[in-house]
């Protein structure tokens, strides 16, 4: 399983910019797909989820100004952030929780996308 995450940049403070992560290889689900971000010098915390019934959670920091999103297939997940402030510069990283074999499920990780805002 290989999650492509596309879509960070650079922005000004008050700008936008959309992220989308898409899975493919071989299994059999998708279930929650997420966001989770790394700033310098601290651990990785979580943005935004979504399960595959569409349920979605996000972070305090990030709640009214991102929105989390799944296409028909479930199998990309997108980020909108508006709004964008300075404290929002991370690695984003998407992950998703996959149905790979009989009971079996596991998760896997992309390889991150910096986003950097500019103030």
């Known amino acids: 399983v290989q999650l492509q995450a596309s879509g960070g940049g650079l922005v000004q403070a008050g700008g936008s910019l959309r992220l989308s992560c898409t899975a493919s290889g071989r299994f059999f689900r998708v279930n929650a797909m997420g966001w989770y971000r790394q700033a310098p010098g601290k651990q990785r915390e979580l943005v935004a989820t979504?399960?595959?019934?569409?349920?979605?959670n996000y972070a305090d920091s990030v709640k009214d100004r991102f929105s989390i999103s799944r296409d028909n297939a479930k199998t990309t997940v997108s980020l909108q952030m508006n709004r964008l402030k300075p404290e929002d510069t991370a690695v984003y990283y998407c992950?998703?929780?996959?149905?790979?074999?009989?009971?079996?499920?596991?998760?896997?990780w992309g390889q991150g996308t910096q986003v950097t805002v500019s103030s």
């Open positions: 992950n998703g929780d996959f149905t790979t074999g009989w009971n079996r499920n596991n998760v896997y």
């Open positions: 979504s399960t595959s019934d569409g349920r979605t």
